[in-house]
DNA sequence: TGGTTTATGTCAGTCATGTTGACATATTTG
DNA sequence: CAAATATGTCAACATGACTGACATAAACCA
């Protein structure tokens, strides 16, 4: 198997016909390239170690992110699982019955609206979805660390800014975060009472 | 079909239990977690747009990233972009196949080995590549502005530290990029040729 | 009250993308 | 020439997404 970091060849990258010309906005389109690949490689390696680790379980992806925002939002109902992750409920439903029958998400009927399943983690579920967390909220903490102290806001508002503009309401709601750093970029957007009307 | 954008509900998130005591380390650990989750909603939209243009073409985000880094990386083998995607030769090939047969990739024997197989876009998929590219260019563009001109430096800082140290060397040969932006934070690591060795 | 809407669950089939394992072919290398 | 290497390919399988159809219970409303 022919290992990444082992290679004795010339580089892999011919210089882009439009690299030698004194182009700046072609340094600067190499440059935002550069970070669409630093995203994929980041994406990835941030799911990596929980994959592992939920490997364990017989668990994968979707377990996680459905055990996580029912940690994160205990009593959440079914509608609002489905709002946040965007999948259909069959999607949906197999996780979570597997999550359900295997004693990580508890179901409770709504006291109000009896149609409504309200879910929490149980015990068995908090224990995990703490461990996944920890490995996440490490690796974050460190690569925030290495963004210095002053870059730990940029790469939040980064973050959100890369969120689409349409969600980005119902994510501030869901997250509990106010209007982003740099005020008036989304000013017009920003008119609404922050706890209430995103997300029920 | 319940709109995650109107709801008449109390808030979906009961506060915690830590949440109230005067627990810094449980603020700081909260701020953690909205990034993980800032983090997910963040990479689901940036692929969302390439990913509905890809599907007038029958393409999946497979596809998207053979054409992206055979795009970046014009005569790149095979072998180098299993290293680089991380997948099975067999994943690989499935897609390859298609873009090849359909005319967006090119393969060419090696000069020097002839077991190598170099590939590269077409003008076709050249053009498929920078249509995509585009987009997600336009999305971070946007969000390295709303970080602010000195929290460009910290988002990309960010994204390269929240790759696995082991990649790291990669990545940066890959990308052509320097020390990360904190020197210091991972210097013995830093001491290797940037241009050689980590990638063919 | 009774019909409609809503929240949820479920069955059945499909697709995209990853995996393992086995094996074939061509070419380079020792 | 034998062994190692680079690539391709067949087959089977797992995961997680999708659509479409239908069922049930509860709430809402005219």
Redesign the interface.
């Given at each position: 198997m022919?290992?990444?970091?082992?290679?004795?060849?010339?580089?892999?990258?011919?210089p882009?016909p439009s690299e030698a010309a004194a182009s700046a906005p072609a340094d600067r389109?190499d440059a935002?390239?550069?970070?669409?690949?630093?995203?994929?490689?980041?994406?990835?390696?941030?799911t990596?170690e929980p994959d592992a680790v939920l490997e364990e379980y017989g668990f994968g992806r979707a377990h996680h992110?459905v055990l996580?925002f029912v940690h994160?939002?205990?009593?959440?109902r079914v509608?609002?699982l489905?709002?946040?992750l965007?999948i259909t409920k069959q999607s949906l439903a197999r996780v979570l019955k597997q999550l359900v029958d295997e004693g990580f998400i508890a179901q409770r009927t709504g006291a109000d609206d009896r149609r409504e399943r309200h879910l929490k983690v149980t015990a068995k579920g908090a224990k995990l979805a703490s461990r996944l967390?920890e490995l996440?909220?490490r690796?974050?903490?460190?690569?925030?660390?290495?963004?210095?102290p002053?870059?730990?806001?940029?790469?939040?508002?980064?973050?959100?800014?890369?969120?689409?503009a349409?969600?980005q309401?119902?994510?501030r709601?869901?997250?509990?975060?106010g209007a982003?750093?740099?005020p008036g970029?989304t000013a017009g957007t920003t008119g609404g009472d922050p706890?209430?009307?995103?997300?029920?």
């Open positions: 022919t290992d990444i970091n082992q290679q004795t060849r010339p580089p892999l990258h011919a882009r389109r935002l390239i550069s970070c669409i690949e630093l995203f994929f490689f980041a994406y990835r390696d941030f990596g992110r996580h994160r939002n205990p009593g959440i509608a609002d489905l709002a946040i965007k967390a996440q909220i690796r974050i903490e460190t690569a925030l660390a290495k963004a210095g002053a870059g730990e806001g940029a790469a939040r508002d980064f973050l959100l800014a890369m969120i689409a349409e969600d309401p119902a994510v709601s869901l997250l509990r975060i982003g750093g740099n970029a706890a209430k009307g995103q997300l029920p």
